[in-house]
């Protein structure tokens, strides 16, 4: 195993072999957008739960419609909130506004606009159409309906879904606890100054959101330096996390300790590299009980390989199935062939033509290129060249 170069494809089949989903808790609604659901959401109410009105207007019987306009007399009011208790009675109409429940014996509401009042007479020209404007019982839902299955990762519309069927907390998988490491000596934190050699850590900040958009819990370790020491006191002060995301150190340079320090704490490595680019030196393993995604240092290769990686380890730690939703566009230029690495091209899709263009600065360092892409081509391993016009796969970002 380890060192050998494996596809994308069967480090992330390894991955989703070695992690298992973490443990369901109770979570209150507040809580809940971003969570994944561990136990379905049954309805406890109807909803609507009552016929009601989907216009302000005059709620009447169809029956008092017909080829010329028609005068009533207004019988009262239902509001919202409070209804109105007797029957509709022929030859009336009933003031009735958006959401509040159908007095009994109407079946249809005529929209204000289309109305003339005259004290507590009304004149409509409408024609008789039984349930217009008029919400069912139960057209959104009903009590005992399975409204939420588990494995799905909570919008907060789902949320709102869950607390309109009565629902007041939800079961949720633990948030996975993210240990984010960056090593090397050139690294300083933003706000203090570089040195002549130094450069800002700027990945742990990048990796930090993408954790937190995909449902983990972000634990900030800091950078350790270039010596086996200090990654060595580093990676121990981290012991206990689910996961632990390294940047950089992963390559073949003298100063790169890190799988060194890893493999000699015991560490059981399931794959060394990756047939990618960018991202190439990407590694994962396990340490007892902490899963280890060594990302490269480059910044453009670990934050495209948190997209190929880290996403998808979150996902199952947090109890959805692992999924990448690539899509299919039409290239808007020439492509050429590609070689020995599948390859993921920063590129954006023009929303006027759908056609997705490949940046012209693909250096695996250059941030301000990453963010201004919004798609990355998936190219295949020796994929032949590509004309303009044809389809492609896409990753969106
Ligand atoms: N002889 C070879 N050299 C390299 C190879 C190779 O196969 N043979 N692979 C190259 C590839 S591909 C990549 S990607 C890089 C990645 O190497 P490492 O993961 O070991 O990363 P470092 O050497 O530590 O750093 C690379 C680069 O990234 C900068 N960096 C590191 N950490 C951060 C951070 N937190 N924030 C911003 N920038 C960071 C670092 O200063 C370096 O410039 O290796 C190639 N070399
Ligand atoms: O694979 Mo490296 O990430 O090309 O720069």
Redesign the pocket.
């Known amino acids: 195993m380890t060192d050998i170069m494996i596809s994308v494809e069967a480090a992330r089949a390894r991955i989703a072999a070695a992690l298992l989903p973490l443990e369901a808790e109770p979570c209150t609604l507040i809580d809940a957008p971003g969570r994944t659901l561990a136990d379905p959401v049954i309805a406890v109410l109807t909803q609507p739960p009552f016929a009601a009105s989907a216009m302000d207007g005059y709620a009447i019987h169809s029956s008092d419609l017909g080829d010329t306009p028609k005068r009533l007399a207004l019988q009262g009011e239902s509001a919202a909130g409070h209804g109105f208790d007797l029957a509709l009675k022929p030859g009336h109409a009933i003031r009735i506004s958006t959401g509040a429940p159908m007095p009994q014996g109407a079946d249809q509401v005529v929209m204000q606009e289309r109305v003339v009042r005259d004290g507590n007479h009304i004149t409509l020209d409408d024609t008789p159409r039984p349930n217009s404007n008029v919400r069912g019982a139960g057209i959104d839902f009903s009590a005992g309906d399975i409204l939420l299955p588990s494995g799905i990762l909570l919008s907060p519309d789902a949320v709102a879904l869950a607390a309109g069927a009565g629902m007041t907390g939800l079961t949720v998988h633990r948030r996975p606890r993210v240990g984010i490491l ?3 000596d ?2 300083v934190e933003p706000g203090q100054t570089p040195g002549p050699h130094q ?6 900040w990048g990796l930090d959101g993408l954790v937190r958009q995909w449902g983990g819990e972000p634990v900030y370790l800091g ?1 350790a330096r270039d010596s086996k020491a200090d990654v060595r006191a580093k990676l121990e002060a981290a012991r206990g996390l689910d996961l632990i995301v390294t ?7 003298d ?2 300790h ?1 799988r060194q320090v890893f493999n000699a704490m015991g560490g059981q490595l399931e794959f060394g590299k990756i047939a990618v ?5 990407s590694w994962f393993g396990r340490l007892d009980e902490t899963a280890f995604l ?6 453009v ?2 934050l495209v390989m948190a997209r190929l990686l880290l996403q998808p380890a979150l996902a199952i730690l947090s109890g959805r199935p692992e999924s990448l939703e690539f899509a299919t566009v039409m290239l808007g230029e020439d492509l050429a062939a590609n070689g020995m690495r599948e390859n993921f091209v920063r590129a954006r899709i023009d929303c006027q033509t759908g056609r997705v263009h490949p940046l012209g600065n693909q250096d ?2 250059a941030l301000s290129a990453l963010v201004h892409s919004n798609a990355l081509i998936r190219r295949e391993v020796e994929a032949p060249a590509a004309r303009a016009g044809e389809t492609t796969q896409i990753l969106p970002l």
């Open positions: 960056s090593t090397g050139e690294l450069i800002i850590n700027s990945i742990a950078i940047i950089g150190g992963a390559s073949v340079g100063h790169d890190l680019k960018p991202g190439k030196p060594g990302l490269p240092g480059n910044p290769s670990s695996s360092s």
